[in-house]
């Protein structure tokens, strides 16, 4: 994995430790993979089992639904056990159900359900250990290097979505529909031999405030967020700037693909490429943040970030279409690379250690439902009246997004807690 030195990941003349260089090497591996396996069970539904448009997207929305639901109670057991343990455990989960394809598809017995199942039973582990993984990463690094942290995760993240898709179809065309759902159970097991390798001594989380119901615990997530003033706008513009972008995703897809024309390879090109501006945006993220400080670029690049999307309404057919696609999905992803890692630095930086898990569990359970419901929505506004137009109007409430974003900086470490509920501690 280029860029990963596993012996210490030194940026900016200062080592990020061994330790973050195997949870980086872990993270990698596994991001590659689910990458290299993207739309594979949409392909497998339609290839292998005669699924229609109505069963894919059910495929679609049921796992997202599911797994988001599943992974709420999650949040508080997470919180107050080892970390890295409960990471490896997630890791083993989705190797478990990924396998279970090809030994299906191989035996003749794979299924719909079984497809549904699958899809849920990740989407529940991808996020309990995306909750554990914040909390290990905030443990391991020192906060002045947590953005640098992150930006090498967005960076990888981009990397992987460039490279892997084409890479993926690439491996089906050769090997068939479930290679790719292989190879992505294989590198969660890669992933858990990694973050297994950070070692160290992890002490377990001691419950700091009274104990509380079950409920109250699985309330305690959106609570915090939702009366932090450093958070909550935080929250509230990324559920929906997130969701309304994701939202046209298939409308555009349905566009080029039908009304304009376009082949595959061509659609495939036009997403591929401008992931090239997540790399370039996750390396200017902390020489920006150096030059004009974390929350002018915070805001600066999310004002940005939503200035692309109304372009889409306007692509033709042919080369200028395709380009103009290209143009705005760099600039889009260009400001995304540099938005992702400052947001998610500034929330780690908000959120106490003995809350990241629940917090980031609330956070991640919202967004997915958030982007599930804009996107059978927006479905439904695109039968109505067409998909450009549902691209267009997504374009035009994104431009007014920016009216959610922080109005001003908030110290790291303050906010409200947990205990009472009505925001002590606000800045």
């Known amino acids: 994995m280029s860029g990963v030195a596993v012996s210490g990941v030194v940026s900016g003349g200062r080592s990020l430790g061994r330790p973050f260089g195997w949870l980086w090497a872990a993270y990698a591996v596994s991001t590659f993979g689910t990458r290299l396996a993207f739309d594979a069970f949409p392909l497998i539904a339609v290839v292998v089992l005669d699924a229609g448009p109505q069963q894919v997207a059910a495929l679609a929305a049921a796992g997202l639904a599911a797994g988001a639901v599943v992974a709420v109670p999650l949040g508080p057991w997470v919180e107050f056990r080892r970390k890295r343990p409960v990471m490896v455990a997630m890791d083993l989960v989705r190797c478990a159900v990924l396998l279970s394809v090809p030994v299906a ?36 690094v020192p906060p002045q290097d947590l953005l640098r942290a992150n930006g090498r995760f967005e960076a990888t993240t981009w990397t992987a979505t460039m490279l892997g898709p084409p890479a993926g179809g690439a491996a089906i065309g050769l090997f068939g529909p479930v290679v790719t759902v292989t190879a992505d159970g294989v590198s969660h097991l890669l992933s858990a031999l990694g973050v297994r390798a950070v070692g160290g001594d992890e002490p377990r989380p001691v419950r700091t405030g009274p104990a509380r119901s079950r409920a109250g615990d699985l309330a305690a997530g959106w609570r915090y967020i939702l009366t932090s003033p450093g958070l909550r706008p935080l929250f509230l513009n990324t559920l929906l700037v997130n969701g309304l972008i994701m939202a046209t995703a298939p409308l555009l897809a349905v566009l080029m693909l039908g009304e304009l024309g376009f082949a595959p390879w061509q659609y495939g090109l036009a997403f591929a490429v401008p992931c090239a501006g997540g790399m370039l945006g996750s390396r200017l993220a902390g020489p ?34 395709l ?7 760099f600039g889009l ?15 780690l930086g908000l959120t106490p250690a003995d809350r990241v898990a629940r917090t980031l569990t609330a956070w991640t359970v919202s967004a997915k439902l958030s982007t599930a419901a804009l996107t059978a929505l927006w479905g439904l506004l ?28 908030h110290p790291l470490g303050r906010g409200p807690s947990f205990g009472s509920g009505r925001g002590e501690g606000r800045s």
């Open 105 to 140: 598809y191989a035996c003749g017995r794979l299924s719909f359900a079984q497809l549904l199942v699958v899809s849920g039973v990740t989407a529940a582990a991808d996020i309990t250990f995306r909750a554990a993984a914040g909390s290990c990463l905030k443990a391991l």
């Open 288 to 321: 920006l943040v150096t030059r004009f400080g974390e929350h002018r670029v915070l805001v600066g690049s999310g004002v940005l970030r939503v200035c692309w999307s109304v372009g889409l309404a306007f692509v033709g057919p042919g080369t200028g279409g």
């Open 323 to 329: 380009v103009l696609v290209m143009a705005v999905e």
């Open 333 to 347: 992803i260009a400001s995304a690379g540099v938005f992702n890692p400052v947001s998610a630095t500034r929330r």
């Open 382 to 409: 695109a039968g109505l009246t067409s998909p450009r137009t549902a691209i267009a109007l997504a374009g035009v409430l994104l431009l007014a997004t920016p009216l959610l974003l922080p109005r001003r900086r």
